[in-house]
């Protein structure tokens, strides 16, 4: 029987390498800095609030989305089955899904299940916070400021975004802290099953949903 061919894309790590050489590093430097990119990317999700629905002539914004996570999961099928290569892949990721994946289905779960105000609040979280938070634990220098960093920083977001978009400012206040203290203690367990990035948007965004309905949710 013939053997499929693997696909590769990548350059066996030289771009990598080269990224991480203009920030005085090393591959694994741009490996890095290349998933912190794309981490931040993740944010785009929530051009979903203020695209209009037409934007695509014969599909909507929504299922725009819903295709885009199809095709990631697509692609993640074909590389556990070995016919695919993907940069900046981590040891751990190879005999189960990949972290990009589990971060799509956070995304696009956050905007299409959760009012807008939470998941703008979680979406930002997880797409801004949880680098710095891996940053702040691989750094000597800096890595006395975890967790107390990552957790004043979501909940000054929390706190602002649930403020404007109409909750009470005390029940806000409240809300971000536990939404804050959630977020970063689900960004802690390391899970074979599941990964940090969906724990991190979903557990939070829940949260937050249930406080909700004891008070202003928008």
Same mark, same amino acid.
């Given at each position: 029987?013939?053997?499929?061919?693997?696909?590769?894309?990548?350059?066996?790590?030289?771009?990598?390498?080269?990224?991480?050489?203009?920030?005085?590093?090393?591959?694994?430097?741009?490996?890095?800095?290349?998933?912190?990119?794309?981490?931040?990317?993740?944010?785009?999700?929530?051009?979903?609030?203020?695209?209009?629905?037409?934007?695509? !002539?014969?599909?909507?914004?929504?299922?725009?989305? /819903?295709?885009?996570?199809? %095709? $990631? &999961? #697509?692609?993640? @099928? =074909?590389?556990?089955?070995?016919?695919?290569?993907?940069?900046?892949?981590?040891?751990?990721?190879?005999?189960?899904?990949?972290?990009?994946?589990?971060?799509?289905?956070?995304? !696009?779960?956050?905007?299409?299940?959760?009012?807008? /105000?939470?998941?703008?609040? %979680? $979406? &930002? #979280?997880?797409? @801004? =916070?949880?680098?710095?938070?891996?940053?702040?634990?691989?750094?000597?220098?800096?890595?006395?400021?975890?967790?107390?960093?990552?957790?004043?920083?979501?909940?000054?977001?929390?706190?602002?975004?649930?403020?404007?978009?109409?909750? /009470?400012?005390?029940?806000? %206040?409240?809300?971000?802290?536990?939404?804050?203290?959630?977020?970063?203690?689900?960004?802690?367990?390391?899970?074979?099953?599941?990964?940090?990035?969906?724990?991190?948007?979903?557990?939070?965004?829940?949260?937050?949903?249930?406080?909700?309905?004891?008070?202003?949710?928008?």
């Amino acid at each position: 029987m013939r053997r499929l061919v693997t696909v590769r894309l990548h350059r066996s790590g030289r771009f990598r390498a080269w990224l991480g050489a203009r920030f005085g590093g090393d591959a694994e430097l741009g490996d890095r800095l290349l998933r912190r990119g794309l981490h931040f990317l993740g944010a785009s999700v929530l051009l979903l609030f203020v695209l209009p629905s037409t934007t695509f !002539v014969v599909v909507t914004v929504p299922e725009v989305l /819903a295709l885009g996570l199809a %095709v $990631v &999961l #697509g692609i993640e @099928f =074909l590389r556990l089955a070995g016919l695919l290569e993907m940069p900046a892949m981590r040891p751990y990721e190879r005999g189960r899904p990949a972290s990009y994946a589990w971060y799509a289905i956070a995304l !696009v779960a956050a905007v299409l299940l959760f009012p807008p /105000a939470i998941a703008t609040v %979680v $979406v &930002l #979280g997880t797409a @801004f =916070l949880d680098p710095l938070i891996g940053e702040l634990r691989r750094s000597g220098r800096w890595q006395w400021l975890y967790p107390t960093a990552p957790i004043l920083a979501y909940f000054g977001l929390a706190a602002v975004g649930l403020t404007l978009a109409g909750w /009470a400012v005390g029940w806000a %206040v409240g809300a971000a802290a536990v939404a804050a203290l959630v977020a970063v203690a689900s960004e802690r367990p390391k899970m074979l099953a599941v990964d940090d990035d969906l724990a991190m948007t979903l557990v939070p965004a829940a949260a937050l949903l249930a406080l909700g309905a004891l008070g202003p949710l928008q």
